[in-house]
């Protein structure tokens, strides 16, 4: 089946710095790509949609400017956190469309950040 | 009211049990809809896809019924290896959502 990575898969970070997460199709191509962010013992949210070549779609009460993306290529997405805190830290896990008919998606193994 | 719903649990059963998870969405303009099993600290994987006709997976059974809006999965014989959370997904066109997740410990 589809093959997506993420990089790093766990960073800690000072607060104050920004970190960046990849997120890349290794087999498909992926016009579209989304990014989630899963707190402890709660449900994935959509922070954002991104799309190849244009600017992503954010979801209502996340912060585009906080939360940089960039969807420049087939394969890869990369999201920033800038100016990380302490409230950042989570789990972030992007997925991309595997174009099928159905839309099902493919999901990275997820980067843990910890913002000190 | 959310987009989907699902009963959180814990559900505790022992090995072997027999366990059904529901899930209800609100737009019925929903078009395609899966269950994803996620393990604790581990990124979402697709367990099967749902169909109106029913669909089986070995020990797995899923079920749509799109009149009432809601998506089942039966899980028979289960094994400790099946303990974690059970995501229902709705697709509707390119957007995804995903409910809460419902909770599985299995015991032996």
């Known amino acids: 089946g589809a093959v997506v990575s993420q990089h790093p898969s766990r960073v800690i970070c000072k607060s104050g710095t920004s970190v960046k997460i990849e997120c890349r199709s290794l087999d498909f191509q992926a016009t579209t790509m989304f990014w989630y962010r899963q707190f402890p013992k709660q449900s994935l949210m959509l922070m954002a949609t991104s799309n190849e070549g244009s600017k992503a779609t954010y979801e209502q009460g996340v912060e585009k400017d906080k939360f940089l993306i960039n969807h420049a290529s087939l394969t890869l997405s990369t999201l920033t956190v800038t100016s990380a805190h302490p409230e950042d830290s989570s789990f972030y896990i992007c997925?991309?469309?595997?174009?099928?008919?159905?839309?099902?998606?493919?999901f990275g193994p997820g980067t843990r950040l910890t913002v000190t | 009211r959310k987009e989907v719903e699902q009963d959180p649990g814990p559900f505790n059963v022992p090995e072997g049990a027999t366990v059904a998870f529901n899930c209800t969405y609100s737009n019925s303009a929903s078009q395609s809809f899966f269950w994803y099993r996620q393990d604790c600290r581990k990124e979402p994987k697709l367990l099967m896809s749902?169909?109106?006709s029913g669909n089986e997976d070995g020990r797995f059974t899923a079920q749509l019924n799109r009149a009432s809006q809601y998506i089942s999965l039966l899980i028979r014989d289960s094994k400790l290896s099946d303990s974690a959370t059970y995501l229902c997904v709705v697709n509707i066109g390119f957007k995804t959502i995903f409910g809460a997740g419902t909770r599985l410990f299995v015991k032996a």
């Open positions: 997925s991309a469309d595997g174009q099928g008919s159905t839309h099902e998606q493919y």
């Open positions: 749902v169909y109106s």
